[in-house]
């Protein structure tokens, strides 16, 4: 969320006139809930994937590459995935959670 909100703003600060918007959508079925957040915001960087999960790699001026590297080993650790994707207009964040873990 943190992410999607430093994006619609960078987004911003290009063009006063533009609106940001976050989805957020939460799905389940009979074994996995399904989290989607979807912005339009600046998307993300043209950079592997993996690299951007990487701990400290940063593309960004602040910050210490953390973030998604936590996030990632977090969500991993409870059986869980996560996927990024650039779309069009913005990024989707995906979160695959089982209803049910041993």
Known sequence: MKNSIESIYEKKIKNADFKGKITI??????????ATIVDNGVGFEKVDKTKMLTPYFTTKKQGAGLGLAIVTKIINDHNSTILFTSIKNGAKVEVILPKYYD
């Open 25 to 34: 959508d939460i799905k389940d079925d009979s074994d996995y809930i399904y």
